[in-house]
């Protein structure tokens, strides 16, 4: 046997084996993007990346030898990171090149599909300005000029940023344990960008600038409709809500995460976790004293927001405060309306939709919401969910005036309740709305935030792996893209859950079950990711975090974890 292995020389060729079964040959260092060519109008969105070898990867790698490859395309999660950070790149490039002496700062993102811009050191754009920055956009894409990848010393990149006035990105920069960092070069212009990029202009043909509130929208597709751009509908609460936040985070001293990262290694860890959960709780206050004050023509509080966003941490301080003032709410469980699981809607898959609308018995809880809201007593329902079955409840009758609180991912559906009850309800739309940015182009998603969150809490109160929670997590997101975000506007109040501080409570916790992730798995690419993420972020103990604070939550020793109201019922 020995005798049939021999040293040979390498071939020309590499041959790469697709998802489907097919193989196809190459010339030995080709570009993964090249052997996708052959499936040119296969595809069911444009391709922006691939997986080789169980890795993300960017178009230009080299395939030197044979390997197993998938097309990332713009419909997939890390499709659309892709194309959405190279648009922004675009974006950057091209500000650069006609308002040079103005600062843009990519900020939030939008439901629609889109990033809100802001600028400093000039006013707001004009709107022939604006079309001017979209021509010019287009006439790059047009062009179809590279994105030069370079790795550079550390030294020489935080050298390249002081000389550009990027002071963020030197307070960012000046954190980093590695001793290099990779550029983007666009014509004579560089940059960091936290990710892989397309190889070039001529990939982001899908994109719009619209002006909005002293700034504007780059606008990208969503992921459903990988080409196409959704209509920009207005989003005043929202938009109120992130520059409540941007406000907040002047006041800390803290825009970006150089300078969290400044301030936690200068000691100043307890002052901005104080003023952190001092804005929360102002904030709830605030709320909890606007139901107070017009608590005659309310009966109801709804509240809603994504997964871990915190709403049980908010429901229940809202609740201490309303106590404080003279208010004793009655907590209504939305689960238990859920109909006979042989009646639940199933979803595209067949299977059980136990997020949809119409998984509740909507005609009984508006039988039960408008008796009790008439002082009248109701025997509540019980869902087990064992059996899958209702079973008879509590018998409830309320004191005259006292509020509903009914919590779910439904709450600003205007299909949830009648409309007779809906005009005496209050709406909170809860959730991680905006974080700080690693710098001014470097977006911190929310999602991702959550995400983390999650992943602590889901290993710490249920037993899952990290790997467990990612798998689940685009299902989830899916649930709230059709029964959460499209409803957002409803809401009377808005309570951004994100604190300045979390990621680094976090981050410990965090990375040793990222790290559990098992390789060659899907899951594993995107806890690589979230650890290159974190790495940005110094790392605080959560000893300091207040007992009340909803990262408590998620990290474990919440104060509020068994808080029970006191449910005023009568037995008959």
């Known amino acids: 046997m020995t005798d049939s292995v021999k040293e040979v020389s390498p071939r020309p060729d590499v041959e790469v084996h697709l998802p489907d079964g097919r193989v196809l040959s190459g010339p030995r260092g080709a570009c993964v993007g090249d052997f996708f060519a052959h499936l040119a109008g296969e595809l069911p969105a444009p391709v922006v990346g691939a997986i ?38 675009l974006l950057e490039m091209a500000f650069a090149d006609l308002f040079p002496e103005a600062k843009l700062t990519i900020d939030h993102s939008v439901a629609s599909g889109g990033y809100y811009c802001q600028l400093a050191g000039r006013g707001p754009l004009s709107r022939e300005e604006l079309k001017r920055l979209q021509a010019h956009m ?20 935080i050298a390249y940023f002081e000389q550009h006035g990027y002071d963020d990105k030197v307070h960012l920069l000046n954190h980093r344990r590695k001793d290099y960092l990779t550029l983007y070069r666009l014509g004579e212009r560089m940059d960091y960008h936290h990710g892989y990029m397309v190889p070039s202009t001529g990939y982001l043909r899908y994109f719009d600038l619209a002006p909005i509130n002293g700034g504007f929208t780059l606008r990208f597709p969503r992921r459903h409709m990988a080409t196409d751009l959704l209509p920009l509908p207005d989003y005043p609460k929202l938009l109120k809500t992130f520059r409540q936040y941007g406000d907040w985070l002047s006041r800390l001293g803290i825009d970006n995460v150089g300078a969290l990262n400044d301030a936690i290694q200068g000691g100043r860890t307890h002052e901005v976790v104080l003023v952190s959960e001092a804005l929360h709780e102002q904030n709830v206050a605030q709320t909890a004293e606007h139901i107070a004050n017009h608590r005659k023509e309310l009966r109801l509080i709804l509240i809603a927001g994504p997964s871990s966003s915190g709403k049980t941490t908010f429901s229940r301080r809202l609740t201490v405060q309303l106590l404080a003032l003279g208010i004793s709410p009655f907590p209504l469980e939305l689960d238990n309306y859920f109909v006979d699981r042989d009646l639940t809607p199933r979803d595209e898959n067949g299977q059980f939709d136990y997020e949809a609308l119409h998984a509740l018995d909507l005609d009984l809880l508006a039988e039960h919401l408008q008796q009790l809201v008439d002082g009248r007593l109701v025997k509540l329902p019980k869902y087990n969910f064992k059996t899958g079955m209702r079973e008879p409840g509590d018998e409830i009758q309320l004191r005259p005036g006292q509020l509903i609180i009914l919590e779910g991912i439904h709450g600003l559906n205007p299909g949830l309740i009648p409309d007779k009850l809906s005009r005496r309800a209050f709406r909170i739309y809860i959730s991680a709305l905006t974080q700080i940015n690693l710098d001014r182009h470097n977006r911190v998603s929310t999602t991702d935030t959550r995400l983390v969150r999650r992943i602590v809490r889901d290993a710490r109160e249920r037993g ?15 649930g709230e893209k059709r029964h959460i975000f499209p409803y957002q506007e409803n809401a009377d109040v808005m309570f951004n859950s994100a604190l300045v501080y979390e990621l680094s409570a976090l981050k410990p916790l965090a990375e040793p079950l990222l790290r559990q992730v098992p390789y060659g798995t899907p ?29 408590r939550e998620f990290v474990g020793g919440s104060i509020l974890k068994d808080f029970k109201l006191w449910k005023d019922k009568t037995a008959r």
């Open 52 to 89: 080789v070898n169980s890795d993300l990867r960017e178009l230009t790698y080299p395939i030197k030898m044979d390997s197993r490859i998938r097309p990332v395309v713009m419909s997939d999660p890390d499709g659309a990171r892709i194309y959405r950070r190279s648009l922004t790149f």
């Open 464 to 478: 899952y792996t990290a790997q467990q929670t990612i798998s689940r997590w685009e299902s989830v997101r899916r």
């Open 138 to 157: 287009q006439e790059l894409v047009e062009a179809d000029k590279p994105f030069e990848r370079l790795e550079l010393p550390l030294s020489e990149a």
């Open 523 to 551: 899951e594993h690419i995107e806890a690589k990711r979230l650890l290159a993420f974190l790495e940005w972020f110094l790392s605080i103990e959560k000893d300091i975090i207040p007992e009340t604070s909803i990262v």
